[in-house]
């Protein structure tokens, strides 16, 4: 019995030694837990940190607006999906290659307008917005979206081989940004994008300038159909489809370029290609943009050819033929489309102005010329004495010398010719 009381007593003691232990550790926490509530309230004052680019981007965030592209094209209701495309205005067209066939052999198709494609743009002067011309291009109606309004866009000027086009919105009441000087970029500059990627309007990204002056080939042609090269912008910061148009920015807000395009990851090739975007430099546009604002905005179109005239003509002496339209470098855009110089005679009025064989000409009075009988029917509607304005297209050492699949660098150069009657020497 003794026993008994004696580890009963020893259990009570325990019992209330635990009890002790952990009101003393509850109470421990609690007070833990009371100083780590007063230590957060300490930070109601925390100093509010901002980026190097929050000033910037908040100064242009708003000139940098959407524009959309619509294009008639045919539907039908067996054929839903005909048509649009999406991101730079070049995509990823749904239909047309049907396995059901084409909507427009559908007797109930019909040209209805649709979304071709979205870009961005960045407000320039007031009312005038800056874009590509890939963005625009093809289009039958345009609008600027601002937020969730859209206005009617008109197109005032336009450098296909640049890439650019300037519109106008009547009553856009928009800031515009500051043109800064592309010229005094540096690598290692910071470059801060902001437009509409993927339809998420006004996204903003960050990057750098990774390198200067990239020779960019693009799909576009000049004047005289060669394959336009251009001087670009590289930069890591992240560009994406529906981007095109947007702003380039430095961190004073300054408009420095406008994002065109992007490099990405080949399934050809296996490459993964991260971080590789180009934007124009603003210095390129200012001239289109000046000359829209002074009022000679030029939307391209191919001048009207001239008739052909017969009769006793005066003559340049040249013999000439058409390019080999299947030939590579016509192809592939490497050479413009003209009329082939294949001999010239010596002392003949092209000789004389310095014209060789080679040469392609391209342009004649400001009239394009793409192959030989819009050459030879200007030629013959002018007199003996007329002067003409020639421009041609030479490769160093000459295109009839050239072996191979290796083209020299090549340029335009423009002569001015004196008519004269010549013997019968094709021309």
Same mark, same amino acid.
């Given at each position: ?5 004696k580890n ?30 007063e ?14 680019f ?36 070049f ?48 289009a039958?109606?345009?609008?600027v ?58 996204t ?16 576009? #042609?000049? *004047? /005289? ?11 890591? @910061?992240? +560009?994406? &489809? !529906? ?22 990851s ?19 546009a ?12 030029n ?37 413009? #489309?003209? *009329? /082939? ?9 092209a000789?004389? @102005?310095? +014209?060789? &064989? !080679? ?39 000459g295109l ?15 002569f ?12």
């Amino acid at each position: 019995m003794k026993n008994i009381k004696k580890n009963l007593f020893g259990y009570v003691a325990v019992f209330m030694a635990l009890t002790m232990i952990v009101t003393t550790g509850l109470a421990f926490i609690h007070q833990n837990t009371t100083a780590e509530a007063e230590a957060v309230t300490l930070t109601e004052n925390a100093t509010i940190v901002t980026s190097p680019f929050t000033a910037a981007v908040q100064k242009v965030h708003g000139s940098v607006v959407g524009v959309n592209n619509y294009t008639m094209q045919m539907t039908s209701n067996s054929y839903p999906y005909g048509g649009g495309s999406f991101g730079f205005g070049f995509g990823f067209p749904f239909g047309f290659s049907s396995p059901y066939g084409n909507p427009y052999n559908d007797k109930e198709a019909e040209s209805k307008e649709v979304l071709q494609g979205s870009g961005s743009g960045v407000v320039v002067a007031k009312g005038y917005v800056l874009t590509n011309y890939h963005v625009i291009e093809d289009a039958s109606r345009l609008e600027v979206a601002v937020n969730e309004n859209t206005y009617p866009a008109q197109l005032m000027g336009t450098d296909e081989a640049k890439d650019l086009a300037v519109l106008y919105v009547e009553g856009l009441e928009i800031e515009p940004v500051v043109l800064g000087d592309s010229d005094v970029l540096q690598i290692g500059d910071w470059a801060i994008c902001i437009g509409n990627p993927l339809g998420f309007t006004g996204t903003t990204t960050v990057g750098v300038i990774s390198a200067l002056n990239r020779e960019v080939s693009g799909n576009a #042609t000049d *004047a /005289y159909g060669k394959r336009t090269t251009n001087v670009m912008i590289q930069t890591d @910061a992240a +560009i994406n &489809a !529906g981007n095109s148009g947007g702003g380039m920015f430095n961190v004073a807000g300054e408009l420095i370029g406008i994002p065109s395009l992007k490099y990405s990851s080949s399934s050809y090739s296996g490459a993964s290609i991260e971080g590789i975007g180009m934007a124009i430099p603003v210095n390129v546009a200012k001239p289109l943009i000046q000359d829209v604002l002074d009022g000679k905005g030029n939307v391209q179109s191919t001048p009207a050819q001239q008739s052909i005239v017969s009769g006793n003509k005066p003559r340049i002496g040249v013999t000439v033929s058409n390019l080999n339209t299947s030939h590579y470098f016509v192809t592939q855009g490497l050479i413009p #489309t003209g *009329a /082939y110089i294949a001999e010239v005679e010596e002392g003949a009025p092209a000789d004389v @102005a310095g +014209i060789e &064989a !080679g040469d392609i000409v391209v342009e004649i009075d400001g009239n394009i010329i793409t192959n030989t009988t819009q050459m030879t029917g200007y030629l013959q509607s002018k007199q003996a004495g007329d002067v003409v304005q020639m421009k041609v297209y030479r490769v160093d050492g000459g295109l009839q010398n050239v072996q191979g699949s290796d083209l020299p660098d090549g340029e335009y150069l423009d002569f001015e010719v004196t008519l004269a009657l010549l013997d019968d020497i094709q021309q």
